[in-house]
């Protein structure tokens, strides 16, 4: 494990589930929140500069424009819901969504699709990479769509999704509908430039970024203020100077989490640029050995891009093995080096895993690698293939 300051460190376990841990970026994380639950001299006021330091450095950590157009929440679902009871589309209008989504990305727009009388049409991930392509897209695509949801890299599959092309072609066909990502799987592995991107919304989970379970979720100026689509979540706020986080969040943030944001952030300064390519190189060191060996094996299937190239995938690695459950195969390997966190099931994906991927009854079994790994040697050192 590395710290902060690049120095290494020993660790007894290596966790290789990370999307579903919470991980401190570093000591400062969980120092920020037993400083605010040991400190009697908490106050409102206090919590709401610890708040305003949060959206600051959320800003700050996707290149937003201002840190009005970001909320702070419990979790991308809660956010996602909050939206999409605030969405008011002409009935009949069509939303696009893919089944390859985290479910935090579907179930609301689905819900809000029975309230509203819209048309929901799936965009359908295909080939032996599971990839969504764009031209299946185009298909899709109407002068009724309002609003197209996809991912930037899945839970599931490791890909990365060219959400930037989507969103040109999306805005290009229909300029007024809503091109909105869920980011959760990608801010773990990647550096995320929201001016760059060209969309609309973007969700992400601060626990997927080595800190506490919080999310945010970041809404294109024009968009947050347009009260003809976008109504406050909130009871009464109602003029386009109102923050993000009046509209959506609610204040429904743990303060003593919030606090906690800005070390997050500061873990990748003062150069983000370099310390995310670091980042990336070494994954992609990583994930070519477990990813190598995998395809090596006969017996395996791999879920998703087979190839360890990091322009293609992040460090999320699912498979099956031939005749054995996902359970048993976690279980072998935890038995043989309980140092190792690997995890089994569908990780709320379970219209992908189950729907599409049809593995066995209990998913697939998932590695997550990032920065601060370095045991997924033993899968191929280690790993006895008489054994499974």
């Known amino acids: 494990?590395?710290?902060?300051?690049?120095?290494?460190?020993?660790?007894?376990?290596?966790?290789?589930?990370?999307?579903?841990?919470?991980?401190?970026?570093?000591?400062?994380?969980?120092?920020?929140i037993a400083t605010y639950y040991t400190n009697p001299t908490n106050t409102p006021l206090k919590d709401s500069t610890y708040l305003k330091n949060a959206l600051s450095a959320s800003q700050r950590f996707i290149?937003?424009?201002?840190?009005?157009?970001?909320?702070?929440?419990?979790?991308?679902?809660q956010l996602f819901h909050n939206l999409s009871t605030s969405f008011l589309f002409p009935?009949?209008?069509?939303i696009i969504v893919t089944q390859i989504n985290h479910e935090s990305n579907i179930s609301p727009w689905l819900r809000m699709a029975e309230r509203q009388d819209l048309i929901v049409k799936w965009w359908t991930a295909k080939g032996?990479?599971?990839?969504?392509?764009?031209?299946?897209?185009?298909?899709?695509?109407?002068?009724?769509?309002?609003?197209?949801?996809?991912?930037?890299?899945?839970?599931i599959l490791g890909n990365i999704e060219d959400v930037e092309v989507a969103a040109e072609v999306v805005h290009r066909m229909v300029p007024e509908a809503v091109v909105c990502v869920d980011g959760g799987e990608f801010v773990p592995h990647r550096r995320v430039d929201v001016s760059a991107l060209g969309v609309d919304i973007y969700v992400w989970s601060w626990n997927n970024v080595f800190g506490p379970h919080l999310s945010c979720i970041w809404i294109e100026k024009s968009l947050?203020?347009?009260?003809?689509?976008?109504?406050?979540?909130?009871y009464f706020f109602d003029h386009p100077l109102t923050s993000l986080q009046v509209k959506l969040g609610l204040y429904a943030a743990n303060p003593a989490l919030t606090s906690s944001i800005p070390s997050i952030v500061d873990y990748f300064n003062p150069d983000p640029v370099s310390a995310w390519t670091a980042i990336m190189e070494h994954e992609a060191v990583l994930q070519k050995i477990l990813i190598d060996y995998l395809?090596?094996?006969?017996?395996?299937?791999?879920?998703?891009?087979?190839?360890?190239?990091p322009v293609l995938r992040v460090a999320i690695v699912s498979f099956n093995i031939n005749g054995w459950m996902s359970q048993d195969v976690v279980e072998f390997i935890t038995t043989k080096d309980p140092?190792?966190?690997v995890a089994w099931g569908h990780f709320d994906s379970f219209r992908l895993v189950a729907k599409i991927l049809h593995p066995k009854e209990d998913g697939v079994v998932r590695v997550s690698m990032v920065h601060y790994n370095t045991g997924v040697w033993w899968f191929s050192e280690g790993f006895d293939p008489d054994g499974i």
């Open 1 to 32: 494990m590395l710290t902060a300051e690049g120095k290494a460190c020993r660790v007894r376990l290596i966790i290789l589930v990370v999307l579903c841990s919470t991980m401190p970026a570093e000591l400062s994380c969980w120092v920020r």
């Open 63 to 77: 290149n937003a424009s201002s840190a009005d157009e970001i909320a702070i929440g419990t979790s991308t679902t």
């Open 91 to 94: 009935p009949k209008s069509e």
């Open 128 to 155: 032996p990479a599971m990839r969504l392509e764009i031209d299946d897209l185009l298909e899709l695509i109407s002068e009724k769509t309002c609003l197209v949801a996809l991912t930037h890299a899945c839970g």
């Open 224 to 234: 947050k203020d347009d009260h003809d689509l976008l109504e406050p979540f909130s």
């Open 295 to 309: 395809n090596s094996r006969s017996d395996v299937r791999i879920h998703g891009e087979n190839s360890p190239d």
């Open 339 to 341: 140092r190792l966190g």
